[in-house]
């Protein structure tokens, strides 16, 4: 492994320890830290099913997996404004690492909808496709 992968997996690490302070009990923070890696990692299906099914390595284990992924997802109780506040800090920590940020720019940039069926998917306008396609948001 390259010393800058060991670099950012370390520092990847070191921020789900850290949200998983925020979130208390040990069985939550295996929850995010599967949930979170699922939505970084690969693949292209970011759902709880294809991240559960790809976390857990094993397919007898699949469902399972899912339902705890899904009870983390809709039941864990943990104290959003830590989370939230936590993510704030560590988002302005990086964007000023190196200088000051004087400036705000939004992009309205969105995913566009892969598949047939995604729950969330609403048609909105993006600038990047001059149309209403379905978007994640």
């Known amino acids: 492994m390259h010393d800058d992968d060991e670099e950012e997996e370390r520092r ?3 921020f789900v320890a850290r949200v998983g302070e925020c979130l208390g009990h ?13 939505l970084m990692g ?30 983390f997802i809709t039941d864990s109780r943990w104290d959003d404004h830590a989370v939230r506040a936590l993510a704030t800090w560590e988002a302005l920590h ?9 400036a705000w720019i939004f ?12 729950v969330g998917v609403q048609r909105q306008y993006t600038g990047s496709r001059l149309r209403q396609p379905n978007l994640i948001v």
């Open 42 to 71: 690969e693949g292209s299906r970011k759902s709880m099913e294809p991240i559960a099914a790809r976390s857990c390595g094993d397919p007898e284990l699949a469902d399972v997996t899912h339902q705890k992924l899904g009870h």
């Open 107 to 118: 992009d309205d940039t969105g995913f566009l909808k892969q598949g047939k069926h995604s």
């Open 12 to 14: 990847l690490d070191d």
């Open 94 to 102: 990086a964007m000023t690492a190196q200088e000051p940020v004087v």
């Open 26 to 38: 040990a069985k939550r923070r295996a929850s995010f830290a599967m949930y979170f890696l699922g």
